[in-house]
């Protein structure tokens, strides 16, 4: 008999027609339903490897081996003329089953888990995040167009009434990724519809800016566009570009909200460069950052007086360095003064009133601060630094349950947003609820494991539980070059409570030492004492706290590491200078 009269009567070619069925179709049903169950695609590719290596290894087996009745045998030793007619039915009915269940799968991962989870997310359709925009300019220090871009168009769109637009960290959190299902990824954990995303090239004085607006869903462009011009042009971009995305989404707007996308926070272009170096240098959250921005802000102002986002941009940036790198109080004085200027050129908008409620918090004005920050959320709900810090002012207050509600609204906001996961941690410690304080603050360390003050949550979490060494082990990770810091006592507070007097001293020392080169907190020093049992001294601390209306004040009446001073006539009397009669 010929070659091929043997690989049919081995039934050679039944095995691969049925291999080659089941396996395409079982490829396609698993390439349905893993993505779903958010399998890494590796997983797939592999499987599909294996499927393909398997097919000449299943024609060997068939050409050596016969299933029969009595087990598996060699071929040469089965008459497979007797066993045709049966085998042939086997390899059928395997061909039919095999490609049933594939099929099967096939469908159920296009339209029925697809359909479940699309359900169940509930997507809004009037949704989208700003991916951060690519530099594609030969000069890399070129990135602060491309980030400020980005920055520029999430603000513009946050305050489209009806467009849900998930806050910078979030959408920033996805920089220099570019995944094969990156799409899928920003719309499952920002829980948007939609993603724009773009470019900026710069070459000389002329500027290519590239966007495009993509539906998560498919993965489908809604629409693209390029835009050619001069540097200067820049403000035109951000506008144009906002409009389009909105008729994209189909948001209805009136004529205030066309306005305000039509609106520039400067008609200066070099000023708005300088605007934006200074946001990207604000945005480094360092001592060295901060100088810069303020630099590049004020030059911003010298070439236009009357731009408001450049005063808050040095308001904010203030805010940030009271207490941290210079005494709260001389702080204070420059953050009023700038948020003040940025209302009397703009007062609808947000970013202003939010800056001025900084300043008046941080001088104690408790109601009026709330008041302006209800304001800015009024101008623009998608603000979620000022659900944040609003949720920070309640919780001094002693109003945890209202401080967790707004922070959890500025972490649907911002869902990747650390700090407002950390926030949550806090809530819950000074709500007393430590267990739930430890689990949020290891979610937030899953999400940045540099969170020095995650594991500062920790540690005080655990000294109430009684784990004193697990407290010190992860107070000893919270030590940062950041000596400002409010949190920096607290080691010293823990070796004092184990009974390590030395170490406790040590740590004043240490404290001692800084406090010559640059600020550190007073609370910090208080601390120490507190743990030390030496009361007087720690409210001598507090007072200089108070007189420099350092922010760790807002939490002397909820923070439990004062338990201890509670009751004491000075205590009570410094709570009442800096709270009031607030509820």
Same mark, same amino acid.
């Given at each position: 008999?010929?070659?091929?009269?043997?690989?049919?009567?081995?039934?050679?070619?039944?095995?691969?027609?049925? =291999?080659? #069925?089941?396996?395409?179709?079982?490829?396609?049903?698993?390439?349905?339903?893993?993505?779903?169950? !958010?399998?890494?695609?590796?997983?797939?590719?592999?499987?599909?490897?294996?499927?393909?290596?398997?097919?000449?290894?299943?024609?060997?087996?068939?050409?050596?081996?016969?299933?029969?009745?009595?087990?598996?045998?060699?071929? &040469?030793?089965?008459?497979?003329?007797?066993?045709?007619?049966?085998?042939?039915?086997?390899?059928?009915?395997?061909?039919?089953?095999?490609?049933?269940?594939?099929?099967?799968?096939?469908?159920?991962?296009?339209?029925?888990?697809?359909?479940?989870?699309?359900?169940?997310?509930?997507?809004?359709?009037?949704?989208?995040?700003?991916?951060?925009?690519?530099?594609?300019?030969?000069?890399?220090?070129?990135?602060?167009?491309?980030?400020?871009?980005?920055?520029?168009?999430?603000?513009?769109?946050?305050?489209?009434?009806?467009?849900? #637009?998930?806050?910078?960290?979030?959408?920033?959190?996805?920089?220099?990724?570019? $995944?094969?299902?990156?799409?899928?990824?920003?719309?499952?954990?920002?829980?948007?519809?939609?993603?724009?995303?773009?470019?900026?090239?710069?070459?000389? !004085?002329?500027?290519?800016?590239?966007?495009?607006? %993509?539906?998560?869903?498919?993965?489908?462009?809604?629409?693209?566009?390029?835009?050619?011009?001069?540097?200067?042009?820049?403000?035109?971009?951000?506008?144009?570009?906002?409009?389009?995305?909105?008729?994209?989404?189909?948001?209805?707007?009136?004529?205030?909200?066309?306005?305000?996308?039509?609106?520039?926070?400067?008609?200066?272009?070099?000023?708005?460069?300088?605007?934006?170096?200074?946001?990207?240098?604000?945005?480094?959250?360092?001592?060295?950052?901060?100088?810069?921005?303020?630099? =590049?802000?004020?030059?911003?102002?010298?070439?236009?007086?009357?731009?408001?986002?450049?005063?808050?941009?040095?308001?904010?940036?203030?805010? =940030?360095?009271?207490?941290?790198?210079?005494?709260?109080?001389?702080? %204070?004085?420059?953050?009023?003064?700038?948020?003040?200027?940025?209302? &009397?050129? !703009?007062?609808?908008?947000?970013?202003?009133?939010?800056?001025?409620?900084?300043?008046? %918090?941080?001088?104690?004005?408790?109601?009026?601060?709330?008041?302006?920050?209800?304001?800015?959320?009024?101008?623009?709900?998608?603000?979620?630094?000022?659900?944040?810090?609003?949720?920070?002012?309640?919780?001094?207050?002693?109003?945890?349950?209202?401080?967790?509600?707004?922070?959890?609204?500025?972490?649907?906001?911002?869902?990747?947003?650390?700090?407002?996961?950390?926030?949550?941690?806090?809530?819950?410690?000074?709500?007393?609820?430590?267990?739930?304080?430890?689990?949020?603050?290891?979610?937030?360390?899953?999400?940045?494991?540099?969170?020095?003050?995650?594991?500062?949550?920790?540690?005080?979490?655990?000294?109430?539980?009684?784990?004193?060494?697990?407290? %010190?082990?992860?107070?000893?990770?919270?030590?940062?070059? !950041?000596?400002?810091?409010?949190?920096?006592?607290?080691?010293?507070?823990?070796?004092?409570?184990?009974?390590?007097?030395?170490?406790?001293?040590?740590?004043?020392?240490?404290? &001692? $030492?800084?406090?010559?080169?640059?600020?550190?907190?007073?609370?910090?020093?208080?601390?120490?004492?507190?743990?030390?049992?030496?009361?007087?001294?720690?409210?001598?601390?507090?007072?200089?706290?108070?007189?420099?209306?350092?922010?760790?004040?807002?939490?002397?009446?909820?923070?439990?590491?004062?338990?201890?001073?509670?009751? &004491?006539?000075?205590?009570?009397?410094?709570?009442?200078?800096?709270?009031?009669?607030?509820?």
């Amino acid at each position: 008999m010929s070659f091929f009269s043997e690989l049919k009567r081995r039934n050679v070619y039944k095995v691969a027609i049925a =291999y080659i #069925v089941a396996g395409w179709a079982l490829a396609q049903g698993i390439a349905q339903v893993f993505p779903v169950f !958010d399998v890494p695609n590796w997983i797939v590719r592999l499987i599909v490897l294996l499927i393909v290596v398997g097919f000449p290894v299943a024609l060997v087996l068939a050409w050596a081996f016969e299933l029969t009745p009595e087990g598996i045998k060699r071929a &040469e030793d089965v008459d497979l003329a007797k066993q045709s007619r049966r085998k042939s039915r086997a390899w059928i009915y395997i061909v039919i089953v095999g490609a049933l269940l594939s099929v099967g799968l096939f469908m159920l991962g296009r339209y029925g888990f697809r359909e479940k989870i699309s359900a169940s997310s509930e997507l809004p359709a009037k949704s989208i995040a700003v991916l951060p925009f690519v530099n594609m300019s030969a000069d890399k220090n070129d990135e602060y167009l491309s980030d400020g871009m980005t920055e520029e168009l999430i603000n513009v769109l946050a305050k489209v009434p009806g467009l849900r #637009v998930p806050g910078r960290t979030s959408c920033f959190a996805f920089k220099g990724k570019n $995944e094969e299902d990156i799409f899928r990824k920003v719309g499952d954990q920002l829980h948007v519809g939609t993603v724009l995303e773009g470019s900026v090239r710069k070459a000389g !004085d002329k500027l290519r800016v590239t966007a495009q607006l %993509i539906n998560v869903s498919d993965g489908y462009h809604i629409w693209s566009k390029d835009y050619d011009g001069d540097v200067k042009d820049i403000l035109n971009f951000q506008s144009n570009v906002a409009e389009q995305v909105v008729q994209a989404l189909q948001v209805k707007l009136g004529g205030d909200e066309t306005r305000a996308l039509a609106k520039k926070p400067t008609e200066n272009p070099e000023a708005h460069r300088l605007y934006l170096l200074g946001r990207y240098e604000f945005g480094k959250y360092t001592q060295a950052g901060w100088n810069n921005a303020i630099r =590049y802000y004020e030059q911003a102002l010298k070439l236009d007086p009357n731009y408001a986002l450049a005063y808050c941009g040095l308001a904010d940036n203030y805010a =940030y360095m009271g207490s941290v790198v210079m005494p709260e109080k001389e702080a %204070i004085a420059k953050e009023k003064e700038f948020a003040q200027k940025a209302l &009397e050129l !703009d007062p609808e908008l947000a970013e202003a009133h939010m800056s001025i409620a900084l300043a008046l %918090i941080g001088a104690f004005d408790w109601q009026n601060g709330l008041k302006e920050f209800d304001r800015a959320l009024e101008l623009n709900p998608n603000l979620a630094f000022a659900y944040e810090v609003q949720a920070w002012t309640v919780n001094g207050l002693g109003r945890f349950d209202e401080a967790i509600a707004k922070t959890r609204k500025a972490v649907e906001l911002d869902p990747l947003n650390p700090f407002f996961q950390m926030s949550l941690s806090f809530f819950q410690y000074w709500a007393r609820q430590y267990d739930d304080a430890i689990a949020q603050a290891r979610k937030t360390l899953e999400m940045d494991p540099n969170s020095a003050i995650s594991h500062v949550l920790l540690g005080l979490s655990f000294l109430k539980k009684g784990d004193t060494a697990g407290a %010190i082990v992860e107070l000893q990770k919270s030590k940062t070059p !950041d000596p400002g810091a409010w949190y920096q006592g607290f080691l010293g507070y823990a070796y004092a409570i184990s009974g390590d007097r030395p170490k406790a001293e040590q740590s004043l020392r240490e404290l &001692e $030492e800084l406090a010559k080169r640059q600020y550190v907190s007073p609370t910090a020093f208080a601390t120490i004492h507190l743990g030390l049992g030496e009361k007087e001294k720690a409210l001598d601390w507090l007072e200089k706290a108070y007189e420099q209306r350092d922010s760790a004040c807002w939490y002397l009446k909820i923070d439990q590491i004062y338990d201890s001073v509670r009751n &004491e006539p000075r205590f009570q009397a410094l709570v009442q200078k800096i709270f009031g009669s607030n509820p």
